[in-house]
């Protein structure tokens, strides 16, 4: 069964330092995806980066990059430049390419200290 | 420009009276999706539809039900609510399983 694991319920960064937030995960499917969202208190879930299994590279958006390590089944989350509006809940989340579902970690809630 | 637009943002119902949520999509993707999502937890998936091929989650509660009419509607029916049936109920969209686009969200309060 596929598995995420968080083992960070809560993290606290200062303003403008960077912060990783952890993820492992567990499957036996050789083709799979690794999603990160952001989900502030307002509720709504945003998307904010993706990595596929067979990508060579970690991905990047802007001051997020995924530290993907697939020998390991890690696919850390790393926030540069960390800002106040950084402050909410952090999930990972695996897709099985060969099913239609998202298997979401329990978060982790990150705050931002000015 | 709203992708994904779920009405209402809060819903108030009574214990038993049946509720439907409902879930827009613009962006023409197959498969739609309805989580529910209670206090500091991780979205639990309630169900999907896969074009018009409809997936329920083994652990779903009968309560529950689904119509998704046509592409970019899909609906969330919930037959009694009952008190532990207060979340948040998101809906998202994808195209073909990757990247998962989610609405704003749906706060339901059950009285």
């Known amino acids: 069964a596929q598995k995420i694991t968080q083992t960070q319920p809560g993290m606290f960064v200062q303003e403008k330092e960077a912060v990783t937030l952890d993820c492992t995960y567990d499957t036996s499917d050789p083709s799979y995806g690794l999603f990160w969202y952001k989900q502030p208190s307002s509720g709504e879930m945003i998307f904010l980066i993706y990595?596929?299994?067979?990508?060579?590279q970690n991905a990047t958006e802007g001051r997020y990059s995924l530290n993907f390590q697939k020998a390991r089944k890690s696919a850390n989350l790393v926030i540069s430049a960390s800002q106040l509006g950084d402050s909410a809940m952090y999930f990972c989340?695996?897709?099985?390419?060969?099913?239609?579902?998202?298997?979401f970690g329990p978060g982790t809630s990150l705050s931002v200290i000015p | 420009d709203a992708m994904v637009i779920q009405n209402p943002r809060y819903q108030v119902t009574q214990f038993g009276k049946p509720v439907t949520l409902s879930c827009s999509q613009t962006?023409?993707?197959?498969?739609m999706y309805w989580y529910q999502q209670k206090s500091s937890q991780a979205p639990k998936l309630l169900f999907h539809?896969?074009?018009?091929?409809?997936?329920n989650e083994a652990d779903t509660p009968d309560n529950f039900q689904s119509r998704r009419p046509n592409t970019s509607f899909c609906f969330l029916d919930i037959r009694s609510p009952g008190l532990g049936d207060a979340a948040m109920y998101l809906c998202?969209?994808?195209?073909?399983?990757?990247?998962?686009?989610f609405g704003p969200g749906t706060r339901l309060t059950v009285t």
């Open positions: 998202a969209t994808s195209r073909d399983s990757y990247e998962q686009y």
């Open positions: 989340a695996l897709v099985k390419t060969s099913y239609d579902k998202v298997i």
């Open positions: 990595q596929g299994s067979y990508d060579q």
């Open positions: 962006l023409n993707h197959n498969v």
């Open positions: 539809y896969y074009d018009k091929d409809f997936n």
